[in-house]
């Protein structure tokens, strides 16, 4: 009878041990899951970076819609953007060239832990960037404009990124000088101005700005009208800036 019941004992243990042994998951992918219900930018699809190291892979995803990728487990960045112009770069971030101006990019950029099954973000695209419109009081004139500064982008956190910038204004149709410029992350923008090739001043645009009451902290940057007074001799004599979305007006 003993003998008989051996092999059902044996299976019976077997099956015990083989419940207390835990699968080992640590090389099967994490399921990220990126939902953008929250955004308020007004963009149709989003582009969607998911980089390690000098690894990307490149995606997109419609605007209010939740995004579902299966990736390996452990750190990677994860950057999400509308209006970028495809300046982003691995390893990086979002780069601007040198001598063009910031793209109109939304952005929502974070590490994340691709740890366990499914790892959950949501991602709130915010405005970084700002729209400088610049009217010359009185209208025309030989002068031109060079804005320096020394952020270049954002980062893969989704911080300023340092680096040389520079872009000219371009001549809208209805009259205005227009650039646009990154979040930054204090008030060392300069502009020069210039007229027949010979630089007549630069001015501390940053400083401007600040004294202004303008905040590159806001979560959303808020566009920016500029009205540049220009004497007879053509040296700006000085600034009224105001904002769009309050309609604002201040003298300096």
């Not at 709130?124 to 025309?140: F, Q």
């Not at 952020?151 to 680096?163: K, S, T, V, W």
């Not at 040389?164 to 992350?185: A, S």
Request: aromatic share 8%; charged share 20%.
């Amino acid at each position: 009878m003993l003998r008989s019941l051996f092999p059902l004992c044996f299976s019976t243990l077997a099956l015990f041990l083989a419940s207390c042994i835990k699968e080992d998951r640590s090389s099967c992918p994490c399921v990220l899951t990126i939902s953008t219900e929250k955004t308020a930018d007004s963009s149709t699809v989003f582009s969607v970076y998911l980089s390690r190291g000098e690894e990307i892979f490149a995606d997109s995803l419609d605007a209010g819609k939740v995004y579902e990728k299966a990736v390996p487990r452990g750190l990677l960045y994860v950057t999400v953007s509308s209006g970028d112009d495809g300046t982003f770069e691995p390893g990086k971030g979002i780069v601007i060239p040198f001598g063009s101006n910031c793209p109109p990019v939304f952005l929502w950029s974070r590490p994340v832990k691709a740890e366990g099954e499914t790892v959950s973000r949501s991602a709130v695209l915010l405005k970084s960037h700002c729209r400088v419109r610049m009217r010359l009081v009185p209208a025309g004139g030989a002068v031109s404009f060079v804005i320096h500064g020394g952020i270049a982008g954002f980062d893969l956190d989704g911080n300023p990124l340092e680096g040389p910038f520079e872009c000219v204004p371009h001549r809208t149709d209805d009259g205005f000088l227009e650039f646009i410029l990154p979040r930054q992350k204090d008030n060392s923008l300069l502009m020069d101005v210039s007229s027949g090739g010979v630089l007549l001043r630069t001015f501390a645009l940053g400083e401007i700005l600040a004294r202004a009451g303008y905040s590159w902290k806001d979560k959303d940057l808020k566009d920016i009208s500029m009205e540049v007074s220009c004497s007879a001799n053509v040296l700006i004599s000085d600034f009224s800036i105001w904002e769009n979305v309050q309609n604002r007006e201040i003298l300096l």
